[in-house]
């Protein structure tokens, strides 16, 4: 018998219910703004056709119409808010080109902000749903594992952790067919997928070999059932491969990283754009010439210690913070220790509470560092252990941060010994093989609520 499938539904239903919010926020705008539901002028009849038709483009060019079993909740709130940064981008350039009287700001802006929190609130309602649904066994896909080895048992035990994904195990296959769990050997598997209405065909054999894969993919093609390879790239430690095309050659990138892409690197240079701009305009504009002189009171010489630190492609930046020491010729050799006695006392307030670190927020406006990031380290630390640590340079492969994962999670101040670089430079090198701008997010957030608390990490 053949299976309904209401999935194919999903765009249609998606774009619908997009549209009827975005409505929604307009006409109420309208009547915050108005004291009317109605338009007003003949200039918002306009506007309301532009955000509609604009936002059927960016749904499709986001991809906001699909629904992936296997992606989490927070992919599904970074495509939205892409799609709501993008369309506002666009409106927001509209309105900037034309002359700004034509339109309320105020109307826009609780237009966007209707329109969000609905979005989010039901399409993060919407998937939660429908994950529910497939955990009491509906919206199911039948699948069944070719390859009994480590790869398969653990692909099979992971869709049974997660009932949610939606896939319903029918057996293993395998040339060693002595094993209880396997239903029997591949070439069984046409025939098998026919009398269970087999879905997805996952082809994990240690050896990917052309006579049994071949046929796999040819029967899978010709009878309307998805087959996806496995192999074990575990070894090489990146979990976001990249495949890319050369030609009719497909070629695994185990180097990719997101900030490859250039979407992503416009996104979070953005962010720190704006970021530090109103760290500078509101809190460095006033914060400066009061540090400075209780600095200067204290003690001679500059207000600002600029080093020279490793930066992205571990090129050289000069590295601004606040003077904590007296001047002094180690100042570039040692690191500072506790109860350094280089250190003054309006420097000890400033290092204990970071605000020695503020500066920085200049180097992120200049484009040598990014809000969030690995920390950069003295030169001479970084030459210290980069020798002894495996991989200690893919830290370099983004820019230095004024606060990082590790910093967040309490890896802060000296590094005197190897336990304490090694896991800091482990928190690095996860944060830049899985950078998002969500992930920036939490760690600012994170990073205040351990500077607060005080929480350190136990070496």
């Not at 109605?38 to 960016?58: A, E, K, M, S």
């Not at 666009?90 to 034509?102: G, N, P």
């Not at 594992?145 to 692909?155: D, S």
């Not at 670089?421 to 992930?439: A, E, I, P, Q, T």
Request: glycine share 6%; charged share 20%; net charge positive.
């Amino acid at each position: 018998m053949q299976k309904r499938r209401f999935s194919k539904y999903f765009p249609a239903l998606f774009l619908f219910i997009d549209l009827l919010f975005l409505n929604i926020g307009f006409f109420v705008a309208n009547y915050v703004r108005f004291d009317t539901f109605w338009f007003q002028g003949d200039r918002y009849p306009f506007l309301f056709v532009f955000l509609n038709i604009t936002w059927v483009v960016i749904f499709f060019v986001t991809k906001l119409d699909r629904v992936d079993r296997e992606r989490s909740i927070v992919d599904y709130i970074s495509q939205i808010l892409l799609g709501l940064t993008i369309n506002l981008a666009v409106v927001f350039t509209m309105w900037a080109s034309t002359r700004a009287y034509f339109y309320s700001r105020e109307h826009l802006f609780y237009t966007y902000l209707i329109f969000s929190v609905l979005i989010v609130g039901w399409r993060v309602g919407f998937i939660n749903i429908l994950r529910f649904y497939r955990t009491k066994g509906y919206n199911i896909r039948n699948i069944v594992i070719v390859g009994y080895g480590p790869i398969g048992r653990n692909l099979k035990r992971h869709l049974e952790n997660n009932p949610e994904i939606g896939y319903s195990f029918k057996g293993f296959f395998d040339h060693k067919t002595e094993q209880s769990e396997v239903a029997g050997p591949v070439e069984q598997v046409p025939d098998f997928a026919k009398e269970n209405s087999i879905d997805v065909i996952f082809c994990c054999l240690p050896k990917l070999f052309e006579q049994d894969v071949k046929p796999l993919i040819d029967f899978a093609e010709n009878n309307l059932i998805t087959i996806k390879l496995l192999s074990d790239f575990s070894k090489v430690g990146n979990k976001k491969l990249e495949v890319q095309q050369y030609g009719n050659i497909p070629v695994l990138n185990v180097s990719s990283i997101p900030l490859d892409r250039m979407l992503n690197r416009f996104a979070k240079r953005a962010f720190d754009v704006i970021f530090s701009s109103l760290v500078m305009i509101f809190i460095l504009s006033w914060l400066i010439p009061l540090i400075g002189l209780l600095i200067k009171l204290e003690s001679p010489g500059p207000v600002f210690f600029i080093q020279n630190r490793h930066g992205k492609g571990n090129k050289y930046f000069p590295c601004w913070k606040f003077r904590s020491m007296v001047v002094n010729k180690e100042s570039d050799s040692k690191q500072a220790t506790k109860n350094d006695a280089r250190i003054t006392k309006i420097g000890a307030f400033l290092r204990k509470s970071s605000l020695d670190e503020l500066p920085q927020f200049i180097n992120v406006f200049l484009g040598n560092m990014s809000v969030v990031g690995p920390r950069p380290h003295p030169i001479k630390l970084n030459e210290e252990f980069s020798p002894k640590i495996d991989r200690f340079i893919q830290r370099h492969a983004v820019k230095p941060g004024v606060t990082g994962l590790a910093q967040a999670k309490g890896y802060r101040g000296e590094t005197a010994r190897f336990s304490e670089m090694y896991g800091r430079v482990k928190l690095d090198r996860f944060y830049v093989k899985n950078w998002s701008l969500w992930f920036d997010v939490k760690i600012i957030f994170m990073t205040i609520y351990s500077i607060l608390f005080k929480t350190e990490k136990a070496y």
